[in-house]
């Protein structure tokens, strides 16, 4: 069993839905990471938070550290959204990640 | 752009033999880390670096090393390669050591390598 499990797997949608992808982990961390990687491969990171909320646009990530769970939103979705969304939990003290194995999400015009 | 450079940017090669992977962090960070992203194990943490010590270990194989030059800059050195390791390697960067809420890692663009 993953120490970080990402839900869905796949999720395709319209343009203009509101998405939300999950993350639930089974070991403590010190931040929980938030990547997009794009068809081409490149990774960025959109979030690193610890605790409550972050928003930036139209993503916003929250983390219920009691539950060990963490959700991606993206609000009025795009194609250019289309790419894959990877978790990961970061290990105290270094930034040693562990990574869910991603949700490919795919926005329809 | 993150600011963080990796050559070459394709790599083939044969079984058996050894690669160097290249990394340039961001200036001014000084943390680098290396991952492994293959189709059927995803992305993997390898190694971490910090201002030139190892910081963080994680699932490297012993054919496997790294080391962070005084310049920051960071190889990773893949030798008696197998069919396995064809993956695409992505290194980060980070300003600080890790585990704190502000040290983002910026990602490189991946070495994709391919052991024929």
């Known amino acids: 069993k993953n120490e970080v499990e990402q839900s869905p797997q796949n999720l395709t949608a319209q343009e203009g839905e509101f998405i939300t992808i999950n993350c639930s982990y089974s070991v403590g961390i010190s931040a929980l990471h938030w990547l997009q990687q794009h068809p081409g491969g490149g990774i960025v990171s959109l979030f690193m938070?610890?605790?409550g909320k972050k928003k930036h646009g139209r993503l916003i990530a929250t983390i219920n550290i009691q539950e060990k769970h963490s959700s991606l939103h993206i609000t009025a979705s795009h194609p250019r959204d289309s790419a894959v969304y990877i978790c990961a939990g970061g290990d105290f003290g270094n930034e040693k990640l562990t990574f869910g194995t991603g949700t490919r999400l795919t926005i329809i015009p | 752009d993150s600011g963080v450079t990796q050559t070459p940017k394709h790599l083939i090669t044969a079984t058996g033999q050894r690669v160097t992977l290249r990394c340039s962090p961001r200036?001014?960070?000084?943390?680098v880390y290396w991952y492994q992203q293959s189709l059927d194990q995803g992305l993997q943490f390898l190694i971490q670096?910090?201002?030139?010590?190892?910081?963080a270990k994680g699932n490297i194989l012993e054919r496997f090393s790294a080391q962070q030059f005084p310049d920051l800059h960071s190889e990773l050195n893949l030798s008696s390669l197998e069919l396995g390791d064809s993956a695409l390697y992505f290194c980060?960067?980070?300003?600080?050591?890790?585990?704190?809420?502000?040290?983002?890692?910026?990602f490189g663009p991946g070495t994709r390598l391919t052991v024929l």
């Open positions: 200036s001014g960070d000084l943390s």
């Open positions: 670096y910090y201002n030139g010590e190892e910081r």
């Open positions: 938070l610890s605790s």
């Open positions: 980060a960067s980070s300003v600080g050591p890790g585990g704190r809420s502000t040290d983002t890692q910026y």
